[in-house]
């Protein structure tokens, strides 16, 4: 039986460019490759989460139009619980513009999350049962927070671990801390969060204390290639990344890597396994391009995970 995982999100639809770099005001330039499909944080991780073995139920809303039905079709391919997906009749699906660098890798990106904007309270009442149903709650901050925080406090009641992924990264009352088992930020998150600089494991120490004492249980600080740093009542550990041969994308690797981690969590792994499970599930993630396509399977992620 698979361990149940509820993502609580958005779905946009990623539009994809590839370039060596990005134009400034007023200037065109030639792209050097185009791609859309599926994306949005809470999307990408419910679909690494199900590719991982996991039994995903995603919770959002999305607009009755062309990029709804591609969210549908992504869901439907990886048996994806949607029955608590609401539609709405008046706004659009969310689109994100995602530039891909083709000399590194890196990416920015720009987010409209369209009819998952309204996300709402409301709506993580009404997915009560399929939160209630699971072992971990992820949730993350591309719908309102306070979305996010119902869905947090929900998951408490019911006691579903909880990982708040705070992505993008928002001045947030430290009370949501409080309802955290694990924050997972980026450096970059972590540094605009905590107002501390991330640069070294010893600075993502401080920035994981920080968010202790705020109120989460854990803090996990991913640290790209570096790895990833825990700390909290689960210990202090630093997890090192696998070997990647060919960086082609890391749009998406973060997704990749709480979606393993919470599948991992959600089949009574420890942490420190369920960390690696994330880290292999990332590494292979950014050697394809794309995001939800770039999700790596169950065999692939095991098989990462003996080879060392």
């Known amino acids: 039986m698979r361990a149940p995982v509820a993502v609580l999100g958005i779905f946009v639809a990623d539009l994809a460019f590839r370039a060596p770099r990005l134009p400034l005001m007023g200037e065109t330039i030639l792209g050097q490759g185009f791609k859309d499909g599926p994306g949005g944080k809470g999307s990408n991780q419910a679909i690494a989460a199900a590719r991982a073995g996991g039994d995903a139920r995603m919770i959002t809303r999305i607009g009755r139009d062309t990029f709804g039905d591609m969210a549908q079709k992504a869901w439907a391919a990886d048996g994806i619980d949607i029955s608590a997906v609401a539609i ?19 990416n920015a990106i720009i987010v409209e999350s369209g009819a998952a904007a309204k996300l709402s309270p409301a709506d993580v009442a ?13 949730t993350q901050f591309e719908q309102p927070v306070e979305t996010a925080i119902a869905g947090l406090t929900l998951a408490r ?32 998150e972590a540094a605009t969060l905590t107002g501390l600089k991330v640069e070294t494991e010893a600075d993502a120490l401080l920035a994981a204390k920080e968010f202790v004492r705020r109120g989460a249980k854990n803090a996990l600080i991913t640290l790209g290639e570096k790895g990833a740093l825990l700390h909290g009542e689960a210990g202090t550990h630093m997890v090192p990344a696998f070997r990647v041969e060919k960086v082609v994308e ?25 960390i690696r499970f994330g880290c292999a599930t990332a590494g292979l993630s950014v050697q394809k391009p ?10 692939e992620i095991e098989a990462t995970l003996r080879a060392g």
């Open 88 to 106: 709405d009749e008046e706004l659009p699906t969310g689109a994100a513009f995602i530039f891909v660098s083709t000399e590194t890798g890196n």
């Open 126 to 138: 009404a997915a009560e049962q399929a939160i209630a149903g699971s072992k971990v709650l992820v």
């Open 157 to 188: 009641t019911h006691g579903v671990i909880t990982i708040l992924n705070p992505a993008p990264a928002l001045p947030v009352d430290d009370a949501i801390y409080a309802l955290c088992d694990y924050v997972t930020p980026n450096e970059t």
């Open 250 to 274: 890391t749009t998406g690797a973060g997704d990749a890597f709480n979606g393993g981690f919470a599948v991992a969590l959600a089949e009574g792994q420890s942490p420190v396994d369920a």
């Open 290 to 299: 794309g995001t939800a396509p770039s999700m790596p399977t169950r065999a």
